[in-house]
């Protein structure tokens, strides 16, 4: 089992910047990527950015040239540097974890934190 606990949400103006933090505790060893997916409301959740224990990212393209991830892998924290944002920006912001132990793969989430862009 994998636990996940975000923070750094909150309410920034268009044009402003929020850090999105994400702590794994549990069988993290068994991880293998994490990332951020966003749902706002009415919508279906969505990718925003993910990387591998390698290192290797991959971006939504809404989040190409403003948004940043970033992670510590020994420790697998995940953070989401969020620039330049905009009120379509506004969403749950979600960690995800995804593991592989003894050959199956589960996905897991954070409980998500709220990222309201609006002046």
């Known amino acids: 089992q994998v636990q996940l606990v975000e923070s750094g949400g909150g309410l920034v103006q268009p044009g402003g910047s929020l850090r999105l933090s994400c702590a794994a505790s549990?069988?993290?060893?068994?991880?293998?990527?994490m990332g951020w997916y966003r749902q706002a409301p009415g919508k279906q959740r969505e990718l925003v950015a993910t990387?591998?224990?390698?290192?290797?990212?991959n971006y939504a393209d809404s989040a190409k040239g403003r948004f940043t991830i970033s992670g510590d892998n020994a420790k697998k924290m995940v953070y989401l540097q969020m620039n330049s944002l905009k009120p379509e920006d506004t969403a749950v912001y979600y960690c995800?974890?995804?593991?592989?132990?003894?050959?199956?793969?589960?996905?897991?989430w954070g409980q998500g934190t709220q990222v309201t862009v609006s002046s």
């Open positions: 549990g069988n993290i060893f068994s991880i293998y990527i």
């Open positions: 995800q974890a995804d593991s592989l132990t003894a050959g199956l793969r589960y996905r897991y």
């Open positions: 990387i591998t224990s390698g290192g290797n990212t």
